[in-house]
T-cell receptor, first 108, second 115 residues
Framework: DAKTTQPPSMDCAEGRAANLPCNHS???????VYWYRQIHSQGPQYIIH???NNETNEMASLIITEDRKSSTLILPHATLRDTAVYYC?????????FGQGTILTVHP | KAGVTQTPRYLIKTRGQQVTLSCSPI?????VSWYQQTPGQGLQFLFE???????NKGNFPGRFSGRQFSNSRSEMNVSTLELGDSALYLC??????????????FGPGTRLTVL
C-alpha cells in the first residue's frame, strides 16, 4: 500500500468548501486512492475513491493530480456534521492501511 | 439495504478471559475484514475472510483469530485477554473481488474494555 501524508488538522467555516490534501508520492499504477471519514468513535464511512480521473459523488469531489502523487478531497459546502477525521488511503485490494488522518473541524 | 452490523456493541471483560465478537456483512458481500482501533496505534488491519477462508492477515499475535460461516457472517475471537486489547473492533464487508477496486463498508464497531 502507498504511504500517505496528510496535515494533522484543518479548520473550515460552515458553508465554505473544505479542501483536504493528501500526498501519496509512492502510489503504484494499480493503486486506488480511497477517502474515508470517522466521526467520533463510529465506524469509518466511505466517501469516494479514484484511480486517475477526477471523481464526484453526492458527498464530495476527488481531484487527483496527473502524476498521481497527490490528491484533494473537496467537500463543497461543509456543515458542522462534517467535523471528523478524514483518512486518505492508497490501496490496490484488500487491507486498508490507515494513517493518522486529518482532523477537520467545521466552525459555525 | 441493511449495513454491516456488529454485536455486541459494548463489552467488558477481565484479563485472562476470552471474547467472541460477531459481524454480519451487507447482504451479498462475501468478504469480511477486521480492524482494531486504539488511541496509540490507530486503525490496524487484523485479517480478512472470504468464502470461509482467511485470505489476508495483519501483524497480530495468534491470540487473535477469526472464522467465517457459509452465510458470510464472521466472528473474531481474542483469547487470554490483556489490558492492551482494550479497543474498538471494527469489521468491514465488501464483495471480495480480487484484482479490482472493492470498496469496504464498515460497521459501527464493538467497544471492548479489558479490566
Amino acid at each position: 500500500d502507498a504511504k500517505t501524508t496528510q496535515p494533522p488538522s484543518m479548520d473550515c467555516a460552515e458553508g465554505r468548501a473544505a479542501n483536504l490534501p493528501c500526498n501519496h508520492s509512492t502510489i503504484s499504477g494499480n493503486e486506488y486512492v480511497y477517502w474515508y471519514r470517522q466521526i467520533h468513535s463510529q465506524g469509518p464511512q466511505y466517501i469516494i475513491h479514484g484511480l486517475k480521473n477526477n471523481e464526484t459523488n453526492e458527498m464530495a469531489s476527488l481531484i487527483i493530480t496527473e502524476d498521481r502523487k497527490s490528491s484533494t478531497l473537496i467537500l463543497p459546502h461543509a456543515t458542522l456534521r462534517d467535523t471528523a477525521v478524514y483518512y486518505c488511503i492508497g490501496t490496490s485490494y484488500g487491507k486498508l492501511t490507515f494513517g493518522q488522518g486529518t482532523i477537520l473541524t467545521v466552525h459555525p | 439495504k441493511a449495513g454491516v452490523t456488529q454485536t455486541p456493541r459494548y463489552l467488558i471483560k477481565t484479563r485472562g478471559q476470552q471474547v467472541t465478537l460477531s459481524c454480519s456483512p451487507i447482504s451479498g458481500h462475501r468478504s469480511v475484514s477486521w480492524y482494531q482501533q486504539t488511541p496509540g496505534q490507530g486503525l490496524q488491519f487484523l485479517f480478512e475472510y472470504f468464502s470461509e477462508t482467511q485470505r489476508n492477515k495483519g501483524n497480530f499475535p495468534g491470540r487473535f483469530s477469526g472464522r467465517q460461516f457459509s452465510n458470510s457472517r464472521s466472528e473474531m475471537n481474542v483469547s487470554t485477554l490483556e489490558l492492551g486489547d482494550s479497543a474498538l473492533y471494527l469489521c468491514a464487508s465488501s464483495w471480495g473481488r480480487m484484482g479490482s477496486t472493492d470498496t469496504q463498508y464498515f460497521g459501527p464497531g464493538t467497544r471492548l474494555t479489558v479490566l
